[in-house]
């Protein structure tokens, strides 16, 4: 994860080779009168139309990112489960399952979404640490193609669940592998400590637990190392890890057919240098290929992060304490990655500017110190009313989106082979407050 700094590039920041090659990522070119276009589409018509802040996603980068992934495998017995968290969107899920993806997701409402968008229920994967017995009971009701416990107490809570309703269930166990991988803390699930998984050494408990219970089956054992990875060794201690519990697993007379190496494959924001799939899989392969297993992978970012921008405008320029600052009109209501873990995206403007660039804050319009985009970035210089594009904003972009401030959230739109489609529309201010009660005791005796 790399800090919002000045990288003594120009052009944004960034070489222009690494940019040239991240608007190609997101299907962005220039169009015939050298503003950006997103597969043909103007990004400054979309703006005209449906205003800003939009995101703006493109289905081709998606499906070349799924057939990139899916292809890396070979002829090992894999699936692709999509980390719904990363962007829930139901055209972008739809996509996904009708590209034979199956879906991994952390809550009730994620489920709902994935079988509304037509991922079939044995192709959903159920994980996370806190699911309460009503999202249990809905995942085993709908038949879940595996529900991944992360604890000993969620364990026996099913095992509960299962006898109360007279259900059969088939359970990953996400174990924690205690690995360590470098990215931002606050993005890392596989160290020992954490909130996520169940500690190593209490795998031989959950499995005495499945024995005591006839409707449970251990069908998976998964793990999740973090997100934004962008070395392999990681995976490979892991993996060698998930391999012993599953000898363990089969010497107690389990029969796993499933090991889930969770996600986390990094994109390129600034200048890292991101994994391509063969890179991440190939190390692992002979390991795999001995366990008999069909390997499971969950990628959010991959699939979804690189295609998507963020379509902002200037608003107001002024200069303070000696900085020039560009006030826009989304902030971290809209795109919280930078205020919460200091992430950087590029920013560049939609019309290209041969202006010499300067070093420029770009903030938004919350009322928190930390409500920015980019700080003292260096970019050229810009004038209210210009379109910036946000890059890398396709995952943990308006899945994070919040209305603080009262502010509604942003449309969603989706580009496909020159056209375009809004996919979710932008929220009314009325809509904010009309479930809320202002007066909930009128009438009644003072």
């Not at 070489?15 to 070119?29: E, F, K, P, Y």
């Not at 928190?368 to 970019?379: C, N, P, W």
């Not at 929220?427 to 202002?438: K, P, T």
Request: aromatic share 6%; glycine share 12%.
């Amino acid at each position: 994860m790399h800090l919002d700094r000045a990288s003594g590039h120009r052009r944004g920041g960034v070489g222009a080779g690494i940019l040239d090659s991240r608007l190609t990522d997101a299907g962005l070119a220039p169009g015939p009168d050298g503003s950006l276009a997103m597969s043909g589409v103007p990004l400054a018509s979309i703006a005209e139309d449906v205003g800003t802040p939009a995101f703006v996603y493109d289905a081709g980068t998606i499906r070349r990112r799924y057939a990139g992934l899916d292809a890396a495998f070979g002829e090992l017995p894999h699936r692709i489960c999509y980390a719904v968290k990363a962007n829930a969107n139901l055209a972008i899920l739809r996509l996904l399952a009708r590209l034979g993806a199956g879906a991994d997701i952390v809550s009730g409402g994620e489920m709902l979404r994935a079988l509304s968008a037509g991922f079939a229920p044995e192709s959903i994967v159920f994980s996370g640490v806190g699911k309460s017995d009503d999202e249990l009971l809905a995942a085993i009701m709908a038949g879940v193609g595996h529900i991944n416990v992360e604890s000993l107490a969620e364990l026996r809570r099913v095992a509960t669940l299962t006898d109360l309703h007279d259900q059969s269930v088939t359970l990953g166990i996400r174990i924690n592998p205690d690995v360590t991988a470098e990215t931002h803390p606050y993005i890392s699930t596989g160290k020992g400590g954490l909130k996520f998984g169940v500690p190593r050494d209490q795998f031989a408990q959950a499995l005495t637990v499945i024995d005591e219970v006839p409707r449970l089956r251990l069908g998976a054992i998964a793990m999740h190392l973090g997100s934004q990875l962008l070395q392999s060794g990681p995976y490979a201690a892991g993996t060698e890890r998930l391999l012993a519990l599953l000898e363990q697993a089969r010497a107690a007379g389990h029969a796993p057919d499933v090991l889930d190496l969770g996600g986390g494959l990094g994109i390129r924001y600034n200048d890292e240098v991101p994994l391509e799939p063969i890179d991440w899989i190939a190390p692992l392969v002979d390991m795999l290929a001995t366990s008999g297993c069909t390997i499971q992978v969950a990628p959010g970012r991959y699939l979804v992060g690189s295609a998507g921008v963020m379509l902002t405008r200037v608003v107001y320029c002024k200069h303070s304490g000696g900085r020039d600052i560009a006030i826009v009109d989304s902030g971290m209501n809209d795109l919280v990655r930078p205020a919460l873990y200091k992430a950087w995206h590029e920013i560049i403007p939609v019309r290209p500017s041969d202006a010499t660039p300067i070093r420029l804050d770009v903030v938004g319009p919350v009322c928190e110190t930390g409500d920015f985009l980019a700080l003292d970035r260096e970019m050229a210089p810009v004038r209210e009313g210009d379109l910036l594009a946000v890059l890398g904003a396709g995952a943990y972009g308006f899945a994070m989106s919040s209305n603080y401030n009262s502010r509604a959230r942003a449309v969603e739109v989706l580009v496909e082979e020159g056209r375009w489609a809004v996919v979710r529309p932008r929220e009314r201010l009325s809509d904010l407050f009309r479930d809320e009660v202002a007066d909930p005791f009128a009438g009644e005796d003072s």
